[in-house]
């Protein structure tokens, strides 16, 4: 498995690429994304193969995958084959992106914000010089896909030598054939059953989720149905659940996880892009989470050392205060004080933010903050419905 401190690292090399200055030109290769014959039809997996010829070598590479959203769904990003030993003996080697590649299939497209594409990286220690598959990709062709042809490409970020040298490189595309009748122009000229392209918009946050209440959660509190409802309405908007077992834990304390997951998919909802949060990739269930916020600069890659570690309220806000736009923080005080929060104090620009939004009252009637204590569960989900209700804000 990919340790944290990897992923970590290809984040960091994605966001210094721009610092790659190219030195002398290096011999050109093809990287082409490669389909064999055939039509497809509507349901049907597709394995394609992106292989490289004439490779001079190569050490690093950056690399989105873009397909149309409304015929190809991406299911998955293969670094690995299993090799057959013998009958009874499998291996799985990598192909030559190496053993250390991280994949993501929903980047959000730095150039885009609104689209989602493909994404892998890899970092191999010294140049791999051979010929063959650099990795795989798995398609399912959408049930309402239109007929005709589609493409797969590959959209270049970095692909560098050991000697940080730029490649040239010619990429090539796919072109698939789908078997299934032509959808019907509508009056947008677009084709029916298409998928409308995600908009970002508080309209976005929705109560959709079903609150049965938990066994520890005392309705009569202040976070409580009776009162503020902030369980309620932060599980009904889908950012936040219980803990199991029936139970919410309200007074727990909460880690600096599970505020990123938090704050991730409050972007997430907001932005409209349907990002699939999956907890299978990386060794940490929040790695898809972290991965998500640092690529929608939510917060740095190097903010937080240990994710495991209880959250300080400044933490918690300098997190949620980058969940949303700050136009979409617009303030509702002009001036505020808040006397345990100096104006050079770490996430003291976002703290005050925050109170001049009406997402944050403190814990006293002064308006001290407590930065530095810890948060618990039901503070959590009073703040970030705040964040994004703006009817909840005061």
Not at 63 to 70: E, F, Q
Request: glycine share 8%.
């Amino acid at each position: 498995m990919i340790k944290r401190n990897m992923i970590l690292g290809f984040l960091c090399l994605l966001l210094l690429t721009t610092l790659i200055v190219p030195a002398m030109a290096v011999s050109a290769c093809t990287v082409s994304v490669q389909a064999d014959g055939g039509t497809r039809k509507p349901g049907e997996s597709v394995t394609l193969k992106v292989e490289i010829s004439q490779n001079p070598g190569f050490s690093n590479f950056d690399l989105g995958i873009v397909y149309d959203r409304n015929v190809l769904t991406l299911t998955g990003i293969q670094t690995q084959q299993d090799v057959k030993l013998s009958d009874t003996e499998t291996v799985s080697t990598p192909f030559l992106c190496g053993p250390l590649a991280v994949v993501n299939l929903q980047y959000i497209d730095e150039e885009n914000g609104n689209a989602l594409i493909g994404y892998i990286a890899a970092a191999n220690v010294q140049n791999v010089t051979k010929d063959g598959t650099l990795f795989t990709l798995s398609f399912t062709v959408k049930e309402n896909a239109p007929g005709g042809k589609t493409q797969v490409s590959i959209k270049p970020f970095t692909f560098v030598n050991e000697q940080r040298q730029e490649l040239n490189v010619s990429y090539l595309s796919a072109e698939l054939t789908i078997d299934a009748p032509a959808g019907e122009q509508g009056a947008n000229g677009q084709n029916a059953g298409a998928e409308a392209q995600p908009s970002a918009s508080m309209d976005n946050f929705k109560q959709t989720v079903t609150y049965s209440g938990y066994s520890d959660v005392d309705e009569s509190k202040w976070y409580g149905t009776q009162k503020e409802g902030a369980v309620l309405c932060a599980v009904q908007l889908g950012i936040m659940a219980g803990r199991g077992n029936g139970k919410f834990a309200p007074e727990d304390n909460i880690t600096l996880a599970e505020v990123i997951k938090m704050a991730a998919v409050t972007h997430s909802i907001y932005m409209g892009d349907g990002y699939i949060f999956d907890q299978s990739q990386g060794d940490h269930w929040w790695d898809t989470y972290l991965t998500y916020a640092v690529f929608s600069g939510v917060l740095g890659a190097k903010d937080f050392q240990n994710l495991q570690q209880t959250a300080t309220r400044a933490q918690m806000a300098y997190v949620f205060a980058h969940a949303l736009p700050e136009a979409e923080l617009e303030p509702l005080h002009e001036t505020v004080s808040v006397p345990d929060v100096a104006s050079g104090s770490p996430y003291a620009s976002e703290i005050l933010q925050l109170y001049r939004a009406g997402i944050l009252h403190g814990r006293s009637a002064d308006g001290r903050f407590a930065p530095d204590s810890a948060i618990s569960r039901a503070e959590a989900a009073a703040i970030i419905s705040r964040v994004a209700c703006k009817s909840e804000r005061s």
